[in-house]
């Protein structure tokens, strides 16, 4: 097959000593992809003339995707679609009639894979007995239990030298509770409210039913997501599911499109021609590079 298998599954393509997620990359174009149909197909007072055809790059994509397979990232880029469409005013009924097909069909593909449903099963039988939990939650729990109010030092964990599986990347928000604490976590909690906080004073600005209103708020809360997704992994309040933590987590490919989804935030919250509110000159003499 094409990619490099890891672990029973193949959601990297490598070039010599380089490495590429194809995954993480739809995280940031598949949205962009859809803004743009979106747009294209607006009518003259801003409604969307043809609803169809935005599904059709997400049933693709999720298709790709599972076939690594990656039933978390699937979720995920299906997640963040529907939020998408949401934001764009994709027309109600539009979204029942998606769901009508979605939901058999994830429910057929962990039907299909035991060992994805043996998952969750175990994760819910965790609430119950901490002993049928999967490994990666016991650890994880583990983890920040060691770590206590202030944690045992930077670069002093133990946990993810031989116990913690994926440390350096789904799990790499237990390590911070182990090394820095309840203090650690929630310092790096406030630090993506305050990147949502700055992100919407950005975008309130912008006209709805734009491009630039919908790719950006798109990929806002796609970052704030992905990272509340991944905490909640860490703490069993959900399932694993392979999601890691942006600009946190080991990988390139992840961090660069967590980088790159901030860029285009930015860029397209200083489109004047796009203010529906006059600009923010203070806010955005802070953000211009010097």
């Known amino acids: 097959g094409v990619g490099t298998e890891v672990n029973g599954a193949r959601r990297w393509l490598r070039y010599g000593p380089a490495s590429l997620q194809p ?8 949205p962009l992809f859809l803004c743009w149909v979106i747009d294209r197909r607006r009518g003259q007072y801003g409604q969307i003339e043809v609803a169809a055809p935005p ?5 693709l994509t999720v298709f790709l995707v599972l076939q690594e397979p990656d039933l978390g990232t699937s979720v995920f880029l299906c997640l963040t679609s529907m939020i998408c469409l949401f934001i764009a005013e994709w027309p109600l009924w539009q979204f029942v009639l998606a769901g009508g097909f979605a939901v058999p069909f994830a429910a057929g593909v962990v039907a299909l894979r035991p060992y994805q449903l ?5 994760f819910l039988a965790a609430w119950n007995d901490f002993d ?8 994880s729990l583990t983890t920040l239990g060691v770590g206590g109010g202030t944690g045992v030092g930077l670069g002093r964990g133990a946990q993810k030298l031989s116990f913690l599986p994926e440390a350096n990347t789904d799990f790499v ?5 182990e090394e820095l604490g309840i203090i650690g ?6 630090l ?12 309130v600005r912008l006209q709805r039913r734009t491009f630039a209103f919908t790719a950006a708020t798109t990929l806002l809360i796609q970052l704030v997501l992905q990272a509340s997704i991944n905490a909640c992994v860490v703490t069993a309040l959900l399932p694993p599911k392979g999601i890691p933590h942006p600009l946190v987590s080991y990988g390139g490919s992840s961090l660069v499109m967590s980088v790159l989804a901030i860029g285009i935030i930015l860029s397209l919250s200083r489109d004047k021609s796009k203010f529906a509110l006059p600009p923010d000159n203070k806010l955005d003499d802070t953000l211009s590079p010097t």
């Open 118 to 122: 043996e998952r969750i099963n175990g």
């Open 185 to 190: 976590t929630l310092g790096l909690i406030s």
């Open 192 to 203: 993506w409210i305050a990147l949502l906080l700055l992100g919407v004073r950005l975008l």
């Open 23 to 30: 995954s993480e990359i739809a995280k940031v174009t598949l």
């Open 132 to 139: 049928q939990a999967p490994y990666q939650i016991q650890q």
């Open 55 to 59: 599904l059709i790059p997400i049933a």
């Open 173 to 177: 928000f237990a390590v911070i509770g």
